[in-house]
């Protein structure tokens, strides 16, 4: 039977477009590394961002134990394709153990100013795909500005309080670098990617602002995680899809969450750990949340019309409560918030399946794993206002008669405020309760 050759051209290119695509693997190590190599095992890449910039969509990256952060230590990593990136290797790339061979994204403070955007790694990747986060170990202890003067530290505690965003105050491993400014971005952002996104086996430590946050049009994997001492929330992600179309997904599972701080230091608001958001269906299981300045979940986003609020997913299962200074859960309601006790939130309307929630019963599960100053400075954290205003003193008093504004002085202070934890400790927590909340990574 003859057939044409056109039909035969036209069969092969369909063939090869059926074929799954080739997946290429580059290998990155900061301390032998070097961005001329070819990225090979033999001769790996240097920098995380060069391995990125470097790799075909789908390709995997993996990482060997060291400290990274931008190409010519730029304070950003942009992912800006599908690309796995893999932490935890040994030099030669034989083992893997995150805890071991430790990936850091550590920054300086002089990576400071080079760092532009809303996050210290930034998924930016628009064309679809996976983009893979897995055993990279996340800390701006060492970038963020604590106080000078020593104001707000705890017999104990490694920092004195975390500066406002903004200010500036000393810094460092050592907390003797002068003049390093806080900046407020997230460690992980998501900027409306078009790829779906899987982090797994990540430590979220220290952040000045929040551990992951962003808007996304694709769906989320956040898995065997830990978040902690991040200020605002662990977890705030938005969904980014036209209001006509579906949710996307977000599953946060097997994850702990730990000292969760109030945006500023007079604990007024927030202070969660995760937050139910517009345009995002969320599943909840398996995590240990506590020791937040507000409450561990946070679902008092409404969406802006009464059928796309029906449609909207929210979940809660299995998860292990302790310590939630205001609440273990926050509706809309009662004025401004209701608070709300894990033991009733089988009555919560707004959750779709809930089940197996609890309070944790014995606070000795984590004897020996949490910094003992840094949880009794936290429990007994307070913030005193002090006003020294006299409208009829003779100063105020003239003033008033010339028609300019009166004046007074103010004094606060505050016990403690996202002061640094520390780091190594801070990985102990993998693992801490069996069966709940991260454990170790294999």
């Given at each position: 039977?003859f057939?044409?050759k ?5 069969l ?20 032998s ?23 075909a969509n789908?390709?995997?990256?993996y ?5 990274y ?16 990136i ?5 030099a ?8 071991k061979?430790?990936?850091l994204?550590?920054?300086t403070p ?10 210290t790694?930034?998924i930016t990747?628009t ?8 055993g ?28 406002p ?33 899987t982090i ?13 946050m ?10 065997n ?11 705030q992600?938005r969904?980014?899809r036209?209001?006509?179309q579906?949710n996307?997904?977000?599953?946060f599972k ?6 969760a701080?109030?945006?500023?230091r007079?604990?007024?608001d927030?202070g ?19 020791l937040?300045t ?24 299995n ?8 609440g273990d ?19 919560v ?11 944790l019963?014995d606070?000795k599960v984590?004897k020996?794993?949490?910094d003992?100053?840094?949880l009794?400075g936290f ?6 206002e ?27 202070s505050?016990t403690m ?5 520390p780091?190594?400790?801070?990985l102990?927590l993998?693992?801490?309760?069996k069966?709940?909340?991260?454990q170790?990574?294999?």
């Open positions: 039977m057939i044409h056109t039909k035969i051209v036209a092969v290119a369909a063939t090869i477009l059926a074929l799954p695509a080739f997946s290429a693997e580059l290998y990155v190590n900061g301390n590394g070097n961005n001329r190599n070819d990225g090979s095992k033999s001769a790996p890449l240097k920098n995380i961002q060069k391995a990125i910039d470097n790799a789908g390709d995997t990256i990482v060997a134990e060291g400290n952060f931008g190409t010519l230590n730029k304070g950003n990593i942009i992912v800006s394709k599908p690309v796995k893999m932490g935890g290797y040994s030669d790339f034989s083992k893997r153990d995150i805890l061979y430790k990936t994204v550590q920054p002089e990576s400071n100013g080079t760092a532009s955007g809303q996050g790694i930034q990747a064309v679809a795909g996976d983009v893979v986060l897995d990279l170990l996340i800390d701006r202890g060492n970038s963020i500005a604590y106080n000078a003067s020593g104001d707000g530290k705890p017999s104990g505690v490694e920092s004195p309080m975390m500066q965003i903004g200010g500036s105050g000393i810094g460092g491993a050592d907390l003797k670098t002068q003049n390093v400014h806080t900046t407020e971005t997230a460690e992980v952002y998501i900027g409306n990617p078009a790829c779906n996104i797994r086996n990540c430590a979220f430590v220290n952040a000045p602002n929040y551990g992951i962003g808007t996304s049009k694709t769906d989320i994997k956040i898995e995680c830990i978040f902690i001492n991040c200020r605002m929330a662990a977890v992600v969904g980014g036209a209001d006509s579906k996307i997904r977000i599953d097997n994850n702990t969450i730990l000292f701080w109030a945006r500023l007079d604990m007024g927030m969660y750990g995760f937050r139910y958001m517009n345009g995002a269906d969320s599943y909840v299981e398996g995590n240990i949340i506590g937040t507000f409450s561990g979940l946070d679902r008092a986003y409404v969406e802006t019309s009464k059928a796309k609020e029906a449609q909207k997913i929210t979940t809660a299962k998860n292990l409560f302790f310590l939630c200074k205001q859960l926050t509706l809309p309601g009662g004025g401004m918030f209701m608070r709300i006790n894990v033991d009733d939130f089988d009555d309307e707004q959750f779709a399946e809930v089940s197996g929630n609890i309070s019963k606070p984590f020996g794993k949490l003992n100053a840094y009794n429990l007994s954290a307070s913030y005193k002090k006003t020294d205003f006299d409208p009829n003193s003779p100063a105020n008093t003239f003033r008033q008669a010339m028609g300019m504004n009166m004046v007074g002085t103010m004094q606060s505050v405020f996202a002061n640094r934890y780091f190594e400790k801070a102990v993998f693992g801490a309760v069966g709940y909340g991260a170790l990574p294999k």
